[in-house]
């Protein structure tokens, strides 16, 4: 299932307003649309502290006075392509995966991209229902009480890394706790690549052709 969610309409609006009113009014021809990290992904080692970066973009362009300046903000990454304006973002998800207990739950963090004037939307096999805090136990080390109740294993960090009209570059970071792992906490990271309208990452000689997946395949043979 998809699961949509609002985005920044009025900011976007505000975006387009402001370009409007700054090639119009003032005379002019371009401006800069930057990218800007207000927090990134964080968590305490645990699923309950985990949190979804924050990211803005900053309009900037020279105003009547001839200066340097920034004329709006917007609490979304905003990305001009050829066919109109992009929010882009991270989404936090909670995702349950049924078991012969009761069943775990996975915090995930993951990219979207809308068309302004679309909802964003990320895919959900089961999200995650309410739960009391008595109603969860560890996946290890359980009584009899708790045998049938849900788990928390899991949670993936994602932090956007470049942006540009047609790729988005993110780094995930996955970690388990040692209540979840028998062989102690343990975590891993990974970085990708994707294009707009997709949301597989790409393979190497996808993104930098044939001759170059070759080159790096017979590089990393050397260093194995």
Known sequence: MSERFAVTQRAAQ?????????????????????????????????????AEPKYQTLWAAVDSNGKFGGLTTIPDLIVPRRRGFWHVGVKQTCEFEPNEAGGNETTDQVVWTAAIGKP???????????????EYAPSYGR??????????????????????????????????????EPRGGHYSETYSVRRFESTEPLRFGELFGPQAASAYARAVRRRI
């Open 14 to 50: 505000m975006l387009l307003a402001s370009l409007l009113f700054a090639f119009v009014a003032k005379g002019q021809s371009a401006g800069v649309l930057l990218g800007l990290v207000v927090e990134p992904a964080r968590a305490e080692e645990d699923p309950y502290s985990v």
């Open 120 to 134: 964003g939307a990320v895919d959900l096999e089961q999200p995650c229902s309410s739960h009391k805090p008595n």
């Open 143 to 180: 009584t009899e009480s708790d045998r049938t109740k849900t788990s928390q294993c899991g949670y993936s960090l994602t932090d956007i890394e470049f942006l540009s009209a047609e790729l988005i570059s993110w780094k995930r970071y996955t970690s388990q706790s040692e209540a979840c």
